[in-house]
């Protein structure tokens, strides 16, 4: 546990069933006209949550100019198209609904509609001119309706470079939402296989920050509830989607989640996964990171197994007595079990077109564009060492 560290949390959180209605009276809504950022599948327009949106903006005195580009993997042109739309509209502030790319991307729109140039002028990795946003950037509004990226309770968003295949996550004091609302009956509506995909997102976001060298009191407390809640009630959402119990413990894990990522850190274990979708964009983020889970998280048990034995504990693990080496394993075993119980089991890299042969490319690329991260992990990795591991993943 590291004892020397920076607390800050400047985001003001709603939580709670029925939450979303206080949109259209809260007093900390921070402007009066809104660029409202959503997907391109059409899901908040079919489930009714934009006109919802739209309406409570207009009951509390705001006008919404919509944006609905966003794709599941974002992409800079969509950051900029955003901004240009949020300052031809002089938009006042940026409304993210929907999942972590939407929030993400509104995140990245807020900074450029104050900002000139490009948005990989500011991105601190990779080919990025690491730049200072010097303008601020709008005040951002997070309307989450997936358990997944906990963006809503952090400032980092991630974004791809798609004739480079860069995809990198960034973000600073600016993109912290001022305001987010956690409704948990807005995910209700999520499919199983959508709903597995951003539990383990969540959970991994958790187990790499209580890893990470630079965890701290707080985000290993917050880290070891939320896997504890998700791997009781992850598997129940997959099964039963209308379980409002388990969709607001998963919630709260999420949310539980995106602050440990504002306290501590994620590890490698997303570098890795984000070279793989910046070159197939049709992994979603947390399909990738279970693909990789076992193999990254064994690689690291074997090598250090330290911290391991809380994450079995947390999981369920009856591990009093047993050596550390045996504790790590258990909560392997414990992971291969919740990947089984979501049915992602049988999921394989293959299955997406990914061929051996890109394996050390996606290694490479890991460390060129997320390579803070590999400082972070409590083992020291080279790019031999991923390939490796994208290896033993790809069976």
């Known amino acids: 546990m590291n004892l020397d560290f920076n607390l800050y949390m400047p985001t003001r959180i709603l939580f709670g069933c029925g939450k979303l209605n206080e949109l259209g009276a809260t007093p900390f809504l921070p402007g009066k006209k809104a660029l409202v950022v959503i997907g391109a599948s059409g899901a908040m327009r079919k489930h009714g949550y934009l006109d919802r949106v739209v309406a409570l903006l207009k009951n509390n005195g705001a006008t919404a100019v919509v944006y609905d580009k966003i794709q599941p993997n974002p992409v800079s042109e969509h950051v900029e198209e955003g901004a240009r739309i949020a300052k031809d509209n002089k938009c006042d502030f940026v409304l993210g ?81 001022k305001l987010s609302i956690v409704d948990p009956e807005l995910m209700v509506s999520v499919p199983p296989e959508q709903t597995a995909y951003t539990g383990m ?135 291969k079990e919740l990947i089984r119980k979501i049915g992602l089991k049988e999921q394989k890299l293959s299955d997406f077109g990914i061929q051996r042969q890109d394996l050390r490319k996606f290694a490479e690329n890991a460390f060129h564009t997320m390579g803070k991260l590999f400082e972070l992990t409590p083992v020291k990795l080279t790019v031999d060492d991923a390939t490796a591991i994208y290896e033993r993943a790809y069976g």
């Open 97 to 177: 609904l929907g999942g972590g790319s939407t929030i993400d991307s509104a995140k990245s729109i807020a900074v450029m509609a104050k900002n000139p140039g490009k948005y990989w002028d500011y991105i601190l990795a990779g080919s990025g001119k690491g730049k200072t946003p010097t303008q601020g950037a709008l005040p951002i509004v997070a309307i989450p309706t997936t358990a997944g990226t906990g963006t809503e309770a952090d400032p980092w968003t991630v974004v791809t470079k798609s004739d480079t295949n860069e995809k990198i996550g960034w973000g600073n004091a600016l993109t912290f939402p």
């Open 201 to 335: 997102d969540a959970f991994f976001h958790s187990v790499e920050s209580y890893l990470a060298t630079c965890s701290q009191p707080a985000s290993d407390h917050l880290a070891l509830e939320a896997v504890r809640l998700i791997t009781e009630y992850l598997p129940i959402a997959v099964k039963d989607g209308g379980n409002i119990e388990a969709r607001t413990k998963l919630a709260w894990a999420n949310t539980e989640a995106g602050i440990c990522e504002s306290l501590s850190c994620c590890i490698s274990h997303h570098s890795m996964e984000h070279a793989v979708s910046a070159y197939f964009p049709s992994v979603a983020h947390g399909a990738g990171l279970t693909m990789l889970s076992v193999a990254y998280f064994s690689y690291l048990a074997e090598r250090n197994p330290n911290r391991f034995g809380d994450l079995a504990r947390a999981m369920g693990q009856k591990i009093d007595g047993l050596p550390q080496e045996e504790q790590a394993m258990a909560f392997i075993k414990a992971l």
